[in-house]
């Protein structure tokens, strides 16, 4: 919402290191609607949200114990569900794409996917992503190349998952 106005973009740009491309700038203009003319007390408000929300570098405790579950089993004595083959399903694109982008870099030495609707599916390895179709993530979670894969609800439909024994809803 900040970036609706010319000055909340400044702000965004001198004090918090957000990049817009061109393609942006225009897409703005057009859409601009009464609803988008922000008064300068809800451009200063909008400023200390976005301040308060850059202090926070704490992980979400629902990743960490979908982590811990991953690495260690349910009971710390039984099988890590990475292993097993899990699927992590989240609501949100850019919820499975934090949590994927993360495992990734939590557990480096796995290759994790990411199975999302249109062309925004891929594999994380090492925290880097690689765009991938569909249908390759699904082959490579049949040979077992995936062993953690993480979904919006475009993987809840047409996707077999019987070698993902594991299942963490988020």
């Given at each position: ?50 301040e ?43 919820s ?19 199975y ?6 891929g594999?994380f ?25 993480v ?5 809840s ?14």
């Amino acid at each position: 919402m900040l970036a609706w106005t010319e000055e909340g973009r400044q702000i965004l740009i001198d004090e918090f290191d957000v990049t817009f491309e061109e393609d942006e700038d225009t897409a703005e203009e057009e859409a601009v609607s009464e609803v988008k003319k922000l008064e300068p007390e809800e451009i200063q408000c909008l400023h200390e949200l976005v301040e308060l929300l850059s202090l926070n570098h704490d992980k979400d405790p629902k990743y960490g114990i979908a982590l811990d579950i991953l690495q260690h089993g349910v009971d710390h004595e039984s099988i890590p569900w990475k292993e097993k083959g899990c699927i992590l399903f989240s609501q949100y694109y850019d919820s499975a794409h934090f949590v994927a982008q993360s495992l990734s870099q939590d557990i480096p030495d796995m290759s994790i996917g990411l199975y999302a609707g249109g062309d925004k599916s891929g594999v994380f390895e090492s925290g880097i992503f690689h765009k991938a179709l569909k249908e390759d993530i699904k082959a490579m979670v049949k040979r077992h190349e995936i062993k953690v894969l993480v979904g919006t609800d475009a993987a809840s439909e047409g996707l077999n998952l019987q070698t993902l024994s594991s299942l963490i809803n988020l």
